[in-house]
Protein backbone atom coordinates (compact mmCIF):
# COMPACT_ATOMS: atom_id res chain seq x y z
CA UNK A 1 0.00 0.00 0.00
CA UNK A 2 1.28 3.79 -0.81
CA UNK A 3 0.31 6.62 1.26
CA UNK A 4 -0.68 9.35 -1.19
CA UNK A 5 -1.67 12.02 1.06
CA UNK A 6 -0.13 12.39 4.58
CA UNK A 7 -2.20 13.15 7.06
CA UNK A 8 -4.66 14.72 4.76
CA UNK A 9 -7.17 15.58 7.62
CA UNK A 10 -7.06 15.73 11.45
CA UNK A 11 -10.15 13.93 12.93
CA UNK A 12 -11.37 14.69 16.75
CA UNK A 13 -11.81 12.07 19.35
CA UNK A 14 -15.75 12.33 18.38
CA UNK A 15 -15.59 12.04 14.31
CA UNK A 16 -13.48 8.58 14.97
CA UNK A 17 -16.26 7.36 17.47
CA UNK A 18 -18.61 8.15 14.92
CA UNK A 19 -16.79 6.58 12.16
CA UNK A 20 -16.27 3.43 13.81
CA UNK A 21 -19.78 3.50 14.93
CA UNK A 22 -21.14 3.29 11.27
CA UNK A 23 -18.62 0.86 10.66
CA UNK A 24 -19.81 -1.32 13.20
CA UNK A 25 -23.57 -0.79 12.57
CA UNK A 26 -23.01 -1.15 8.56
CA UNK A 27 -21.48 -4.79 9.78
CA UNK A 28 -24.29 -5.42 11.55
CA UNK A 29 -26.83 -4.64 8.96
CA UNK A 30 -25.66 -7.02 6.63
CA UNK A 31 -24.99 -9.89 8.71
CA UNK A 32 -21.51 -9.67 7.59
CA UNK A 33 -18.74 -10.67 10.41
CA UNK A 34 -15.80 -8.21 9.73
CA UNK A 35 -12.13 -9.73 10.49
CA UNK A 36 -11.43 -10.10 13.61
CA UNK A 37 -8.36 -8.38 14.41
CA UNK A 38 -11.02 -5.37 13.15
CA UNK A 39 -13.68 -5.94 15.31
CA UNK A 40 -11.48 -6.45 18.45
CA UNK A 41 -9.72 -3.05 17.37
CA UNK A 42 -13.27 -1.23 16.89
CA UNK A 43 -14.52 -2.63 20.31
CA UNK A 44 -11.84 -2.26 22.32
CA UNK A 45 -11.67 1.55 20.86
CA UNK A 46 -14.91 2.46 21.02
CA UNK A 47 -14.76 1.17 24.67
CA UNK A 48 -11.93 3.02 25.42
CA UNK A 49 -13.32 6.42 24.17
CA UNK A 50 -16.72 5.67 26.25
CA UNK A 51 -14.67 5.59 29.32
CA UNK A 52 -14.42 8.56 31.85
CA UNK A 53 -12.62 10.95 32.05
CA UNK A 54 -13.64 10.92 28.13
CA UNK A 55 -15.95 13.64 27.23
CA UNK A 56 -17.28 11.21 25.39
CA UNK A 57 -18.02 8.82 28.60
CA UNK A 58 -20.81 11.69 29.34
CA UNK A 59 -24.45 10.44 28.76
CA UNK A 60 -26.59 11.89 26.49
CA UNK A 61 -23.71 12.21 24.47
CA UNK A 62 -23.31 16.14 23.88
CA UNK A 63 -21.35 15.71 20.54
CA UNK A 64 -23.30 16.38 17.36
CA UNK A 65 -21.56 16.89 14.21
CA UNK A 66 -23.69 20.49 14.17
CA UNK A 67 -22.13 21.09 17.29
CA UNK A 68 -18.28 20.58 15.98
CA UNK A 69 -19.54 22.97 13.35
CA UNK A 70 -20.88 25.70 15.71
CA UNK A 71 -17.65 25.21 18.27
CA UNK A 72 -15.61 25.64 15.07
CA UNK A 73 -17.20 28.61 13.71
CA UNK A 74 -17.62 30.62 16.91
CA UNK A 75 -13.69 30.04 17.80
CA UNK A 76 -12.79 31.33 14.05
CA UNK A 77 -11.98 34.88 15.32
CA UNK A 78 -9.76 33.76 17.97
CA UNK A 79 -7.01 32.39 15.25
CA UNK A 80 -6.34 29.03 16.82
CA UNK A 81 -4.46 26.44 14.76
CA UNK A 82 -6.30 23.58 13.63
CA UNK A 83 -4.53 21.21 16.38
CA UNK A 84 -5.43 23.66 19.46
CA UNK A 85 -9.03 23.62 17.98
CA UNK A 86 -9.06 19.53 17.49
CA UNK A 87 -7.60 19.34 21.53
CA UNK A 88 -10.82 21.65 22.37
CA UNK A 89 -13.09 19.47 20.89
CA UNK A 90 -11.24 16.00 22.15
CA UNK A 91 -10.71 17.29 26.01
CA UNK A 92 -13.18 19.86 26.56
CA UNK A 93 -11.75 22.08 28.85
CA UNK A 94 -13.74 23.60 31.51
CA UNK A 95 -11.98 26.25 32.96
CA UNK A 96 -9.61 28.68 32.15
CA UNK A 97 -6.30 26.27 33.33
CA UNK A 98 -7.65 23.13 31.06
CA UNK A 99 -7.87 25.47 28.33
CA UNK A 100 -4.05 26.86 29.10
CA UNK A 101 -2.88 23.19 28.95
CA UNK A 102 -4.02 23.46 24.72
CA UNK A 103 -2.99 26.49 23.65
CA UNK A 104 0.08 27.77 23.24
CA UNK A 105 1.29 31.07 24.72
CA UNK A 106 -2.55 31.72 25.65
CA UNK A 107 -1.73 34.44 28.41
CA UNK A 108 0.40 36.04 25.89
CA UNK A 109 -2.15 35.57 22.95
CA UNK A 110 -5.45 36.40 24.53
CA UNK A 111 -6.84 38.76 27.46
CA UNK A 112 -8.62 37.28 30.68
CA UNK A 113 -12.17 37.90 28.80
CA UNK A 114 -11.20 36.37 25.83
CA UNK A 115 -10.36 33.02 27.38
CA UNK A 116 -13.25 32.57 29.39
CA UNK A 117 -15.34 33.50 25.99
CA UNK A 118 -13.67 30.47 24.83
CA UNK A 119 -14.50 28.45 27.97
CA UNK A 120 -17.76 29.85 27.69
CA UNK A 121 -18.34 28.76 24.16
CA UNK A 122 -17.70 25.43 24.65
CA UNK A 123 -20.03 25.30 27.67
CA UNK A 124 -22.60 26.88 25.71
CA UNK A 125 -22.37 24.18 22.96
CA UNK A 126 -21.05 20.70 24.43
CA UNK A 127 -22.74 21.68 28.37
CA UNK A 128 -21.06 21.28 31.41
CA UNK A 129 -19.24 18.49 32.06
CA UNK A 130 -17.41 18.00 35.21
CA UNK A 131 -14.84 15.55 35.28
CA UNK A 132 -14.61 13.15 38.77
CA UNK A 133 -12.44 13.28 40.64
CA UNK A 134 -10.26 9.67 41.54
CA UNK A 135 -9.76 8.89 45.18
CA UNK A 136 -6.26 9.82 45.76
CA UNK A 137 -4.78 7.39 48.48
CA UNK A 138 -6.50 4.45 46.99
CA UNK A 139 -4.05 2.59 48.78
CA UNK A 140 -6.31 -0.62 50.05
CA UNK A 141 -2.97 -3.31 49.81
CA UNK A 142 -5.03 -5.22 47.19
CA UNK A 143 -3.33 -4.11 44.50
CA UNK A 144 0.09 -5.02 44.52
CA UNK A 145 1.01 -1.90 44.27
CA UNK A 146 4.75 -1.24 46.81
CA UNK A 147 4.93 2.44 48.02
CA UNK A 148 8.36 3.17 48.32
CA UNK A 149 8.58 2.89 52.55
CA UNK A 150 7.59 -0.44 51.46
CA UNK A 151 10.03 -0.83 49.15
CA UNK A 152 12.58 0.29 51.21
CA UNK A 153 11.64 -2.24 54.17
CA UNK A 154 12.42 -5.20 52.24
Known amino acids: MKILEAQSAV????????????????????????????ETVVREMLQYLRTAPSPLSQKPLTYTPDGIAQIIEKLSPYELSKGEVVMILNLRPASIAALNTIIEDMPERYSDEQQEEMVNIVAEILGQFEVAEA???????EDGDVNMNDAAAS
Open 11 to 38: LSNYEVYQHLADQRDRYKQKKHRGPPNL
Open 135 to 141: DGNGDDG
